[in-house]
């Protein structure tokens, strides 16, 4: 009884602590509320027979419901017949007094409601899951009996293309569905799908109705309808349908309402005859649901079985494991990382792994974990940086939960978990006492860097233009002079500029550039910001300023404006907003890193990548301008301000982004020779490359010119991959050559495949790059961007890294995200843009030597979603202040 009674206090205690962190608003009897699209009143709120916790009963306004307010014989409260539903708390959202926000969707975009469909459409009260949420199978086994799995008959390039289609689509949702199902499972799908023609104006599915079918777009394109909100919210009225967004091949809709058994929450139509892939509702339930269930169940039982768990509830385990996530490593992967700042636990699910310390005699090995065995409790319980690094041993597969939702559901477990946090201490006291080639518990040092390099060439010939990097990449060095080749020189060449272009500078000004930027820096009009360019009734805007005299590696100045407060961690600042982010349900998170490189032992110039972050309302706009020649960190610095401002002010922001952003590229570069006319500063041979961003949900749009670059990728466990890169504006490019000649200027190769452009019959300037802002002196180099748009639906978990040529020269779209999905997924952007930038770095040090790049990184991360955790503010930027 002691036991049970401790549980149930145990239990409460952690409910309460769960409403009070979540910050949720109390709710009262008679308020009303609403569930997914549907309104109701509150009319019950508490403990209940049929399920622990606390519980509350809603009298819906539509029958949709599951009883009368009787559940089990007994009564809590008075309703219609299905117009009374039980939810746990924190799902009826209170109906505000102007009718509170809607989130218009697709079919698959109410996933914002996931909660309340399960309560609303399932047989039972909520259950948990993983992966694919639905209504319980073990409750509706029964609804198919005798089921046996179809075979719709498909020629052999008809199968490769539908299982092509699954694996490789833009929708992250197919991922999420079939991403964790058994091969045959998976066969078994492909057998059941059946293609289906739909003519240009034909609805697939419409709302209200119910579902039967599943369906993955083969060829076409869709709209996605739905009701407009009635003012009164009873729906008694016809309301247009309105779109809120599209579908083209390789997208899915429909599944919701065969998960939860609901109907059609929006209206899908043809807008040019079309091609779908079907799945009939029997197929999807038995296929996909069941195998969902079956993932679940094994979740469970495996949490069970973990000694730190023993003490929780049945009910407390299944939280868990809807909670959970779950990461495969390969053999001699880093799972954590000794000096990384993040905050997951994980339980070692298959496997094995080991702990090291790095001491005076490299790293060594300190601790052995087997399956069920859990790591990381001290960064996830203090906050501190990892005390140790954690590799894998063998294929390995962890599961793991972040500290918030650790807190949230596992409260009273820091205790014991706070009992190993001196183990860590323990070990490195005993590595120094040793400086053995064992650890303490007898584990080898692991091999070192150069010690991996040395196997590596023994093992290819002992090749000295080749080595390993992060994930096992071997890169070729390339020859060092190839980045130097772009700038212009690092002391200003007067007298080959002056043969070329006249005079250029008067009697008495400085014979170096090293007292030129002196004397820049002496002219407030050049190194401070401008007011004029600050962009009003933005949540936060912030871009690098100009120092002096910094050195290799140092972190860029901040500027900032924002009525907000940093929280401020070290040298890191970040600042958290809230703001609509459509279609997306999770949060954004941005992290920035601008660091300094060294063309030269003596180079004088400051850094000169530049870069901005700008909020305004829904929009996000972010930017990086990559500087070169004499004055590129003036050029770069007058980018950063000006382009904001010009996008922000121009008349069609917000409605027609390609003209937008096209007429600001033209009018940034017209400023930006005002400008340097007015201060006198020549721009023939120093300009920047630039890309700017923008997320306008549920769209992203691109624009850039020369070498400074973006990718956006996909950071979900199951589908990471490149969807969109920028290419670079070289003049070897046909079509951008020609038009450099026709213009009179010459395109000429100077080394294997490195082509610079001249002045006709002079060696000046050799610019590298065929479109740049400033870069007077060759005809022909434009400012016109290239335009990118990319469409976002609600599942997807894209993140994108707006990044100068500092990143880009040696590490492709593809490498970047194999380096970093992962690692963001697990560590977050802070410490993912920082891996990026130091991985760069690296890489730069193997091949140029000394010389190395200026680096900026911006990081967007979107729709990261911690399962049961509902942060106050759902916009993030993290940023590193100089020391």
Request: net charge negative; glycine share 10%; with cysteine.
């Amino acid at each position: 009884g002691r036991r049970g009674g401790c549980r149930a206090s145990r239990h409460a205690l952690r409910q309460g602590q769960a409403r009070a962190m979540s910050g949720a608003p109390e709710l009262q009897i008679g308020q009303e509320v609403s569930l997914v699209s549907y309104r109701g009143k509150v009319a019950y709120i508490g403990e209940t027979q049929f399920a622990p916790g606390r519980w509350v009963g809603v009298s819906l306004n539509d029958a949709v419901g599951k009883n009368d307010g009787t559940v089990q014989g007994v009564k809590y409260f008075t309703c219609a017949p299905l117009h009374g539903i039980f939810v746990r708390e924190g799902v009826p959202k209170p109906v505000t007094g102007d009718g509170g926000e809607d989130h218009p969707g697709s079919d698959s975009s109410d996933d914002e409601d996931e909660a309340a469909r399960r309560a609303l459409f399932a047989g039972r009260p909520p259950r948990r899951r993983a992966g694919v949420s639905a209504e319980a199978w073990g409750a509706h086994a029964s609804e198919y009996p005798d089921w046996k799995p179809p075979v719709y008959e498909k020629s052999p390039e008809e199968r490769r293309q539908l299982c092509e289609i699954i694996r490789t689509s833009h929708d992250s949702k197919l991922q999420i569905m079939f991403g964790a199902i058994s091969e045959d499972t998976f066969d078994k799908v492909i057998d059941a799908m059946f293609r289906k023609t739909i003519a240009q104006g034909e609805a697939a599915i419409e709302e209200g109705d119910v579902g039967d079918y599943f369906y993955i777009v083969k060829s076409g394109h869709f709209d996605i309808l739905k009701r407009a909100k009635a003012e009164n919210g009873s729906g008694a009225e016809p309301r247009p349908l309105v779109k809120v967004f599209e579908a083209g091949a390789g997208f899915a809709f429909g599944e919701l309402a065969l998960l939860y058994n609901a109907p059609r929450s929006a209206t899908v139509t043809a807008t040019i005859p079309s091609a779908v892939w079907a799945l009939e509702r029997s197929s999807f339930r038995n296929l996909v649901v069941r195998s969902s269930e079956e993932q679940f169940r094994e979740y469970v039982d495996f949490l069970r079985r973990c000694d730190i768990f023993t003490e929780l509830n049945g009910e407390e385990i299944a939280a868990l494991a809807e909670v959970m996530r779950e990461e495969e490593f390969e053999e001699d992967e880093a799972i954590l990382e000794q000096g990384d700042k993040d905050s997951m636990m994980y339980i070692l699910r298959r496997g094995g792994a080991v702990a090291c310390i790095m001491g005076d005699q490299g790293e060594v090995e300190v601790m052995q974990y087997a399956v069920g065995e859990y790591f990381g409790e001290i960064a996830l319980i203090t906050g501190e940086s990892r005390k140790a690094s954690v590799y894998a041993v063998g294929p390995t597969t962890c599961m793991y939960i972040s500290r918030d939702t650790f807190n949230r559901m596992l409260g009273p477990l820091r205790e014991f978990l706070s009992r190993n946090i001196g183990k860590y201490q323990k070990y490195q006291e005993a590595i120094a006492e040793g400086a053995r080639q064992t650890g303490p518990l007898g584990g080898e040092r692991r091999k070192s860097h150069d010690t991996a390099q040395a196997e590596f060439e023994a093992a290819n010939g002992g090749d000295e233009g080749m080595e390993v990097f992060e994930g096992g990449e071997v890169v070729v060095k390339k020859r060092s002079a190839r980045k130097r080749d772009r700038m212009v020189t690092s002391e200003f060449d007067a007298a080959t500029a002056s043969e070329v272009l006249g005079d250029m500078k008067k009697d008495d000004a400085p014979t170096s550039l090293k007292e030129k930027i002196a004397q820049d820096f002496r002219n407030p009009a050049l190194v401070t910001p401008d007011e004029s360019f600050a962009v009003r009734d933005c949540q936060l805007q912030i871009y690098g300023g100009l120092r002096l005299g910094e050195k290799f590696m140092i972190d860029k100045t901040v500027l900032t404006r924002t009525s907000m407060t940093a929280m401020k961690e070290g040298l890191d600042e970040t600042f958290a907003w809230t703001a609509p982010i459509t279609p997306f349900k999770g949060v954004t998170q941005v992290a920035v890193l601008c660091q300094k490189g060294q063309k030269s032992a003596s180079d004088p110039t400051p850094n000169q990548d530049n870069y901005f972050c700008l909020a305004v309302g829904a929009i996000q706009l972010y930017g990086v301008f990559d500087g070169h020649g004499p004055f590129g960190h003036l050029v770069s610095f007058r980018l950063a301000q000006s382009m904001p401002h010009l996008v922000t002010t121009h008349e069609n922001f917000g409605k027609d982004w390609r003209k937008t952003l096209h007429e600001a590229f033209l009018s940034a570069q017209a400023d930006l020779l005002t400008f340097c006319k007015a201060q006198q500063i020549n721009v023939e041979a120093s300009g920047a490359a630039g890309t700017v961003l923008a997320f306008d949900g549920p769209r992203i749009h691109i624009a850039h010119i020369g070498d400074a670059g973006a990718m956006v990728g996909s950071w979900n466990r199951r589908d990471s991959r490149v969807v969109f890169g920028t290419k670079d504006h070289k003049p070897e490019v046909p079509e951008e050559r020609a038009r450099l000649e026709a213009a009179g200027s010459e395109v000429r190769e100077v080394d294997e495949g490195s082509f610079r452009i001249y002045l006709k019959g002079s060696t000046f300037p050799g610019l590298t790059m065929s479109r740049a802002f400033g870069d007077t002196a060759c005809a022909g180099v434009l400012r016109e961007p290239d335009y990118q748009e990319i469409l976002c639906q609600p599942s997807d978990e894209y993140y994108a890294i707006i990044a100068s040529d500092g990143v880009w020269e040696f590490i492709e779209y593809e490498q970047v995200v194999e380096l970093t999905a992962k690692k963001l997924r697990l560590k977050g952007p802070r410490e993912t843009v920082r891996f990026l930038v130091d991985a760069s770095r690296k890489r730069w040090a193997y091949c140029c030597g000394d010389y190395c790049d200026d680096i900026t990184a911006i990081l967007v991360q979107w729709n990261y979603s911690d399962k049961n955790s509902t942060p106050t503010q759902n916009h993030s930027l993290t940023f590193r202040r100089h020391e």
